[in-house]
């Protein structure tokens, strides 16, 4: 099993940044892919950005060039640092792990991105 806690939401101007935090406990060592995933209002949850346990990164054409995501093996944590916010940033974000038999989630956390 594996738990995952994220931390860093809030509420932000248009313009602003955030980073956001997953740290990762339980079976970590079993785990492939890690990411974000974001669901606003009304609309399915969509794909942020992931990194690879090799560091290999992917980001949805939304967030390409304002997010990175990256991770710290030894605090088994990815990051979602997020710059030049939008309002249609405004979702919850959700943490995301990846094993060869399982998929996890956290809890969620909230960014809302004002105009």
């Known amino acids: 099993q594996v738990q995952l806690v994220e931390s860093g939401g809030g509420l932000v101007q248009a313009g602003g940044s955030l980073t956001l935090s997953c740290a990762a406990s339980?079976?970590?060592?079993?785990?492939?892919?890690m990411g974000w995933y974001r669901q606003a209002p009304g609309k399915l949850r969509d794909l942020v950005a992931t990194?690879?346990?090799?560091?290999?990164?992917n980001y949805a054409d939304s967030v390409k060039g304002r997010f990175t995501i990256s991770r710290d093996n030894a605090k088994n944590t990815v990051y979602l640092q997020m710059n030049s916010l939008k309002p249609e940033d405004t979702a919850i974000y959700s943490c995301?792990?990846?094993?060869?038999?399982?998929?996890?989630w956290g809890q969620g956390t909230q960014v809302t991105v004002s105009s």
């Open positions: 990194i690879t346990s090799a560091g290999v990164t």
């Open positions: 339980g079976s970590i060592f079993r785990l492939n892919r």
């Open positions: 995301n792990a990846v094993s060869i038999a399982d998929t996890y």
